[in-house]
T-cell receptor, first 112, second 112 residues
Framework: GENVEQHPSTLSVQEGDSAVIKCTYS??????FPWYKQELGKRPQLIID?????GEKKDQRIAVTLNKTAKHFSLHITETQPEDSAVYFC???????????FGQGTRLTINP | DTGVSQNPRHKITKRGQNVTFRCDPI?????LYWYRQTLGQGPEFLTY????????KSRLLSDRFSAERPKGSFSTLEIQRTEQGDSAMYLC??????????FGPGTRLLVL
């Protein structure tokens, strides 16, 4: 079955700098890759997603890139702000399969 | 609030007792998912419903676990004869399409 690896497990950056979180997946049939943000004690919230027919997607300060050949995708956050501090999870799923397979999470801390 | 709701938010029980959790999905969503999340890990898929039909179950879902969605609206997850290893956050998600899943706030279970 699908396996998703996420790195790093913790990331600390200065406010205003960029943050990058990387994920690799094992199932070449996976074609949908969402990213969720989870603040302490709160529900995972979808922040951006990408489908396998595109290589990059942007939404304001957040972007996701996908390399299908290498089977990895990355989350990029620019001009980081204190409210970006949270745990971020990547996930993957494939057409016909209903479940999301999540990475282990990255705890992002933005230092003022 | 038109998001996914879950009740109770917290449950403390003694080992061996039965517990039941409820999930109310977003009203127009016919797909409903249950996940389990332990501390420091990403959510793990448990089971999936499309309308009232339970179409997929994870091997994580032992015979002590049962889920229902009797009228294709709310769902319940029951754990019988709870064990300490069942302590986790139980998350429900719903979706209208195969892809974008919206999560509820979760039910945190502690088995003493």
């Amino acid at each position: 079955g699908e396996n998703v690896e996420q790195h790093p497990s913790t990331l600390s950056v200065q406010e205003g700098d960029s943050a990058v979180i990387k994920c690799t997946y094992s199932d070449s049939a996976s074609n949908y890759f969402p990213w969720y943000k989870q603040e302490l004690g709160k529900r995972p919230q979808l922040i951006i997603d990408i489908r396998s027919n595109v290589g990059e997607k942007k939404d304001q300060r957040i972007a996701v890139t996908l390399n299908k050949t290498a089977k990895h995708f990355s989350l990029h956050i620019t001009e980081t702000q204190p409210e970006d501090s949270a745990v971020y999870f990547c996930a993957a799923s494939r057409l016909g399969a209903q479940k999301l397979v999540f990475g282990q999470g990255t705890r992002l801390t933005i230092n003022p | 609030d038109t998001g996914v709701s879950q009740n109770p938010r917290h449950k403390i029980t003694k080992r061996g007792q039965n517990v039941t959790f409820r999930c109310d999905p977003i009203s127009e969503h016919n797909r409903l998912y249950w996940y389990r999340q332990t501390l420091g890990q990403g959510p793990e898929f448990l089971t999936y419903f499309q309308n009232e039909a339970q179409l997929e179950k994870s091997r994580l879902l032992s015979d002590r676990f049962s889920a229902e969605r009797p009228k294709g609206s709310f769902s319940t997850l029951e754990i019988q004869r709870t064990e300490q290893g069942d302590s986790a956050m139980y998350l429900c998600a719903s979706s209208r399409t195969q892809e974008t899943q919206y999560f509820g706030p979760g039910t945190r279970l502690l088995v003493l």
